[in-house]
């Protein structure tokens, strides 16, 4: 499955929320949907939920277009919204019984479908309950299974960590990665960046409704890059961060480092360390580490240094609202 969001603009009256946004990603991803408060994350997530219309551009999921065809497109995505709805006299199971005839899911198979995902989330013991009556938890959990009890290729979240404790946090994580090895293309939005980095393939970064970066997180396959695209600018600077620590004294360390070309920076840090940054990518950084030991410095640890979420948001955004 092949996810392409194709110049999407929405406006609120004068207010333009979502800004000529475009990228795309596939089968077996986790992607992160990040951006500030009023970046247009949630309206980009509902245009691609058949929930609302854009103004201009399209979304097509395999080809077909959620603006032409949104009755095909409900059956291959799954939408998980921020909140589960206050239901005062519904169960648990009821309520995901409900949206499995709503797909169209009849007889035993919609059964065998309601067991499977209540087993897979855990849902089980808490089938009888009412809504109303669970943790904030077994309401995502719930969420959850609304989204996938028709077996959807694409899975789209938005903040479902939200309001979690740590272990709710893990166990949704762990149920995540589980879904995108069975081949589920996941685009989840969230503010909860150290959660994003643990689990995402690659980011889609947005602010005052325009993209500002898409790509791959680091150290993934780069054998699926053909997956993924995006328009907008990529503020993220063209370096490597290296980490090294040697035999010799930081000062002499720093002497020898201070002669080297393609060096932009280079500061010490912790347990002997130094933290340098270098202009270009591995083969730079293999000339580096070539050139030291050729001059006699006896390197104990030579390694990159990726940048995180943290530091990719901060370095391509600017903290304006839309």
Same mark, same amino acid.
């Given at each position: 499955?092949?996810?392409?969001?194709? *110049? =999407?603009?929405?406006?609120?009256?004068?207010?333009?929320?979502?800004?000529?946004?475009?990228?795309?990603?596939?089968?077996?991803?986790?992607?992160?949907? /990040?951006?500030?408060?009023?970046?247009?994350?949630?309206?980009?997530?509902?245009?691609?939920?058949? =929930?609302?219309?854009?103004?201009?551009?399209?979304?097509?999921?395999?080809?077909?277009?959620?603006?032409? *065809?949104?009755?095909?497109?409900?059956?291959?995505?799954?939408?998980?919204?921020?909140?589960?709805?206050?239901?005062?006299?519904?169960?648990?199971?009821?309520?995901?019984?409900?949206?499995?005839?709503?797909?169209?899911?009849?007889?035993?198979?919609?059964?065998?479908?309601?067991?499977? /995902?209540?087993?897979?989330?855990?849902?089980?013991?808490?089938?009888?309950?009412?809504?109303?009556?669970?943790?904030?938890?077994?309401?995502?959990?719930?969420?959850?299974?609304?989204?996938?009890?028709?077996?959807?290729?694409? =899975?789209?979240?938005?903040?479902?960590?939200?309001?979690?404790?740590?272990?709710?946090? /893990?166990?949704?994580?762990?149920?995540?990665?589980?879904?995108?090895?069975?081949?589920?293309?996941?685009?989840?939005?969230?503010?909860?960046?150290?959660? =994003?980095?643990?689990?995402?393939?690659?980011?889609?970064?947005?602010?005052?409704?325009?993209?500002?970066?898409?790509?791959?997180?680091?150290?993934?396959?780069?054998?699926?890059?053909?997956?993924?695209?995006?328009?907008?600018?990529?503020?993220?600077?063209?370096?490597?961060?290296?980490? /090294?620590?040697?035999?010799?004294?930081?000062?002499?360390?720093?002497?020898?480092?201070?002669?080297?070309?393609?060096?932009?920076?280079?500061?010490?840090?912790?347990?002997?360390?130094?933290?340098?940054?270098?202009?270009? *990518?591995?083969?730079?950084?293999?000339?580096?580490?070539?050139?030291?030991?050729?001059?006699?410095?006896?390197?104990?640890?030579?390694?990159?240094?990726?940048?995180?979420?943290?530091?990719?948001?901060?370095?391509?955004?600017?903290?304006?609202? *839309?």
């Amino acid at each position: 499955m092949k996810v392409e969001v194709k *110049n =999407l603009v929405k406006f609120f009256g004068k207010n333009k929320a979502v800004d000529d946004v475009s990228f795309s990603f596939g089968s077996g991803h986790i992607f992160g949907f /990040i951006g500030p408060n009023g970046a247009g994350k949630t309206t980009t997530i509902k245009i691609m939920s058949t =929930l609302s219309l854009p103004d201009s551009g399209d979304v097509l999921y395999d080809g077909v277009s959620v603006i032409e *065809n949104p009755e095909k497109v409900r059956r291959v995505i799954g939408y998980m919204p921020d909140a589960l709805p206050e239901h005062k006299d519904i169960t648990v199971n009821e309520y995901i019984d409900f949206f499995a005839r709503a797909y169209g899911l009849k007889g035993r198979k919609r059964r065998q479908a309601m067991e499977d /995902i209540k087993e897979f989330t855990g849902l089980g013991k808490m089938q009888d309950k009412y809504l109303k009556a669970l943790s904030k938890g077994m309401k995502q959990r719930v969420s959850l299974a609304r989204a996938l009890v028709h077996n959807p290729e694409v =899975l789209i979240m938005d903040e479902p960590a939200a309001g979690l404790d740590p272990r709710a946090r /893990i166990e949704l994580r762990e149920l995540m990665k589980i879904l995108a090895e069975q081949g589920k293309a996941i685009l989840v939005s969230s503010h909860i960046l150290s959660e =994003l980095q643990d689990i995402c393939h690659g980011t889609v970064i947005i602010e005052k409704g325009k993209i500002l970066h898409v790509g791959m997180i680091k150290g993934e396959d780069s054998g699926k890059s053909d997956e993924v695209s995006g328009t907008g600018r990529n503020n993220v600077p063209k370096h490597t961060v290296v980490i /090294i620590r040697a035999l010799c004294t930081q000062d002499e360390l720093l002497k020898k480092l201070a002669e080297q070309p393609f060096i932009l920076d280079y500061r010490p840090s912790v347990n002997n360390e130094v933290q340098v940054t270098i202009e270009g *990518n591995d083969e730079e950084s293999a000339e580096l580490l070539s050139t030291l030991v050729t001059d006699g410095i006896k390197v104990t640890e030579f390694r990159q240094h990726g940048i995180g979420l943290e530091e990719l948001f901060l370095n391509v955004t600017k903290g304006d609202l *839309n």
